[in-house]
């Protein structure tokens, strides 16, 4: 995922792409579309976020790239690490080595991105 600085003082720097995460997704990655998954005036507003990207794989999978606040994005990691912990996977995959971001030039670990499958699994554990 990168971020065009479109503020910046010259051309240059706003044509500039800064990298801001990766992930890797399992699936290429075919189309991506403004919008969500719910109607607006149904939609819940009890989470904040905003510029919300749906993209779909090849695969069938249907995902949702928005933005958090700082402090909402650091409860959910934080949330997601120790989930990861706490449940094992299918197979014994490691989540941080799955969700790595790898290709030619480099292998990166996952940063700048919730998985939303491992936040909502936390709703399966038991009391």
């Known amino acids: 995922m990168c971020h065009?600085?479109?503020?910046?003082s010259t051309d240059d720097e706003r044509q500039q792409m800064n990298e801001v995460g990766q992930i890797h997704v399992?699936?290429?990655?075919?189309?991506?579309?403004?919008?969500?998954?719910?109607?607006?005036?149904?939609g819940d507003t009890s989470i904040p976020h905003s510029g919300s990207v749906l993209f779909g794989t090849v695969g069938g999978a249907i995902g949702l790239v928005t933005q958090l606040?700082?402090?909402?994005?650091?409860f959910l990691q934080d949330l997601q690490s120790r989930l990861t912990k706490a449940i094992k996977?299918?197979?014994?995959?490691?989540?941080?080595?799955?969700?790595?971001?790898?290709?030619?030039?480099?292998?990166?670990?996952?940063?700048?991105?919730?998985?939303?499958?491992?936040?909502?699994?936390?709703?399966?554990?038991?009391?």
């Open 89 to 127: 996977s299918i197979g014994r995959i490691d989540h941080t080595q799955w969700r790595s971001f790898s290709s030619d030039r480099k292998d990166e670990s996952c940063e700048g991105f919730i998985d939303g499958d491992i936040i909502e699994s936390f709703l399966d554990l038991d009391r």
């Open 26 to 42: 399992g699936d290429f990655i075919n189309t991506f579309s403004h919008g969500s998954l719910v109607m607006q005036n149904l």
């Open 69 to 74: 606040p700082q402090d909402f994005f650091e």
């Open 4 to 8: 065009r600085e479109s503020g910046a």
